[in-house]
């Protein structure tokens, strides 16, 4: 799985999208509706519509022009107002966009970080650190439930919404950290659902879950996000990820996010996979 193609793909979605907003939008009249409500005497409303477009005046510059629109070319009225809805749409694609690729521009591929540690493991002297880093610590029960002990855990935000149980005795909110909690309890992974984390500056995030590596001692954020397939999810998960990257939460660095969409379904292979890499 890799974080980084999602995002692109979901790119090329919206991007897709935008072509054809802009293309409907580009069929419909030019200028902006405008509709003016008055009340009869009988105190019934009475609705005027109008055209806003802007033109060229001789001195080079613009002029706004209103133009009525009479009530035997409302079809005109009606374009204009799906045109503003058009418009909507797109304002908010190209807010979508944005964070896609503020997301992009500030997360490297995972790929290239487990090259770069490939390549540390190859050289003379470096080798012997990184290699006891990774095989030697181990983390025993009584440090396990100092650790868990340590991690603040606050009234859940809205309860109702743990509707899944898991292997843990954990009630969880969706099927897909149902699954995941399952692995972290089956390789017996000391974890901490929905903590509560305050940062220096009094900034508090509440992850899905926070891990303990067994071998390091190091702990994870693990955010499961569940609904790819929707740009406006994905969007949102694009700037959460960047906020976690402002106060030092990197992806596969101390930051393991996990994916899934309609289509692909939980894979649960790619979690026992990060947990034997990261965790074990």
């Not at 979508?96 to 487990?114: F, K, V």
């Not at 995941?180 to 974890?191: A, K, M, Q």
């Amino acid at each position: 799985m890799n974080c980084r193609n999602t995002f692109l793909n979901n790119k090329k979605l919206l991007m897709k999208r935008k072509n054809q907003l802009e293309k409907q939008i580009n069929a419909l009249p030019d200028g902006t509706l405008y509709i003016y409500n008055t009340l009869r005497d009988d105190g019934s409303n009475y609705s005027r519509y109008y055209n806003i477009i802007k033109e060229q005046d001789d001195a080079g510059g613009l002029k706004t022009i209103r133009k009525y629109i009479p009530r035997n070319h409302l079809d005109i009225a009606e374009r204009l107002e799906i045109k503003k809805i058009l418009e909507l749409e797109l304002e908010e694609l190209y807010r979508e966009l944005r964070a896609i690729d503020l997301y992009l521009t500030n997360c490297s591929d995972e790929t290239i970080i487990a090259n770069k540690i490939a390549k540390m493991k190859k050289r003379p002297g470096e080798k012997e650190l990184i290699e006891s880093f990774y095989t030697n610590k181990r983390i025993d029960s009584e440090e396990a439930l100092k650790w868990k002990a340590s991690i603040r855990k606050d009234p859940p935000f809205k309860p109702e919404g743990l509707k899944f149980q898991s292997k843990a005795n954990v009630l969880v909110r969706s099927k897909g950290e149902q699954i995941l909690v399952g692995e972290l309890y089956d390789y017996d992974i000391p974890f901490v659902y929905e903590p509560t984390l305050i940062l220096p500056d009094g900034t508090k995030f509440v992850p899905d879950i926070i891990a303990l590596s067994l071998r390091t001692g190091l702990a994870y954020i693990i955010e499961h996000f569940g609904m790819m397939d929707n740009p406006e999810y994905a969007a949102r998960v694009a700037e959460k990820l960047h906020k976690y990257s402002l106060y030092g939460y990197i992806p596969y660095v101390n930051l393991i996010p996990t994916f899934e969409s309609a289509n692909s379904g939980v894979d649960e292979l790619w979690f026992e996979q990060i947990i034997q890499y990261f965790l074990l």
